[in-house]
């Protein structure tokens, strides 16, 4: 596969830059969804259930502003922000990465339906709305079943999201 490589500065992101400029020498931290800006760019998650149950996840950051030199956040990481397996469920997250990667919380999600038995619905809400809070944790995330089921629990005041199946189409930012 060829892939341009491109200066820094293609990378370059006025809003994110004027964040850093306002918080770098202090301990706080932005992510993308904890400040309101005109273009809801940012953290993107994906599931997807295909005709024969075969599921898959894909996330990618929008980032946290003024995180610590070095820092590795749970995007990436296999069964804190993001985890597919066709038994169980496939998974992304966002919000607070530290959160996420100290709950686990994709393979956390999935170890409740497959020790459990917890359907893909209670898992999620289980996970989101109790586990992840007892810790400290905000956030949310977007998840299917091998059966085309859905979830997309949150535990923030809102979360920029959308589904599609053969009987329905969401798309929704605040809770019902
Ligand atoms: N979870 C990401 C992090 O903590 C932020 C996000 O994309 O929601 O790095």
Redesign the pocket.
């Given at each position: 596969m060829q892939v341009d490589l491109m200066d820094d500065a293609y990378f370059f992101d006025q809003f994110r830059y004027d964040q850093w400029q306002r918080i770098k020498d202090t301990t706080h931290f932005q992510?993308?969804?904890s400040a309101t800006k005109k273009n809801k760019i940012?953290?993107v998650g994906a599931v997807a259930c295909d005709q024969q149950g075969n599921i898959a996840a894909a996330?990618s950051?929008?980032?946290?502003t003024n995180?610590r030199w070095g820092?590795i956040?749970?995007?990436a990481v296999v069964g804190a922000?993001i985890y597919a397996n066709n038994h169980t469920c496939a998974v992304s997250?966002?919000?607070?990465?530290?959160y996420?990667l100290r709950g686990v919380v994709a393979y956390d999600v999935a170890c409740l339906m497959e020790y459990k038995d917890y359907s893909l619905e209670q898992a999620c809400r289980e996970v989101i709305g109790q586990r992840l809070l007892r810790i400290g944790g905000d956030?949310g995330l977007v998840a299917v079943d091998g059966q085309g089921n859905i979830s997309m629990p949150f535990n923030t005041e809102g979360m920029y999201r959308a589904s599609k199946s053969p009987d329905h189409e969401i798309i929704a930012i605040y809770s019902e």
């Open positions: 992510l993308d969804h940012g953290t996330t950051t929008g980032g946290m995180k820092r956040g749970d995007s922000g997250c966002t919000g607070s990465g530290e996420f956030g």
